[in-house]
């Protein structure tokens, strides 16, 4: 058969109806999974709401109400090296280090304690508004969570807002953003009360992909309902990736692994 060119548009536009989308039906990003490669002790104490590495040694933001701290780690004994207790008041959330500081946020009293990161002798307090949940940096910025979809990009000296980006897989915002790292460009987050991180572009909030960490803490050596995955460190000059939870027995060294995309049939929202 020969087409004429009056017949190029109609043939073009049925060819776009019967391969289009549904409505309602999006695709996720692809999902990998995970091979344990270490495995180090952590104290079933720590209600870990923030981690980091750095110079051999991990830091940890402790939550609760008279329970919240940060800790200085030796990985290979999970023995707390240093320890500095916020007022009992104070419900601890994420931390990251800052130059020669330490800034551990707290959930609902608006106010970022920063502490000298050699001595953990305090050094200052700045404010925000909001809930404090999630933090991280890159080499010029704060990134922060909320227990929404939204993060929040800070200023370090300051702590105001400089921008922030709304995290959606596909067309479905990602609520519930916890503790955060930052690897290699990409913003990994914790996702409350779920076994999934979440790999995102900080510079439009999409999620790159997902690591599928199932699995990994049997329920049986859970605490309680809310031991929940939360906790990633990132290692960059040894490429090594450690996860843990709250009031976990062990953090994880993983190593992240292919699995094939999968098609989501969640109805937008």
Known sequence: MCLRPSHVPRLLLLLATIFAVRPGVCISAPISGYEVIAKYPHSTASYTEGFFYRDGLFYEGTGLKGHSAILVIEPETGKVVQRRDLPQQFFGEGIIDWGSNIYEWTWQSHICFVFDRFSLRPAGQLTYSGEGWGMTRTAKEIITSDGT??????????????????????????????????????????????DRVARISPRNGHVIGWIDLTGLMPASLR??????????AYDAQHDRLFVTGKQWPSVFEIKIVSRLPRKSSRSRR
């Open 223 to 232: 605490v309680n309902d809310e031991s929940v995955l939360n906790g990633i």
């Open 149 to 194: 979809a939204t993060l929040r990009f800070r200023d370090p000296k300051t702590f105001r807002e400089t921008r922030h980006v709304v995290v959606k897989d596909g067309r479905d915002a990602v609520q519930q953003l916890n503790e955060l790292e930052y690897v290699k460009g990409e913003i990994y987050a914790n996702i409350w009360h779920s």
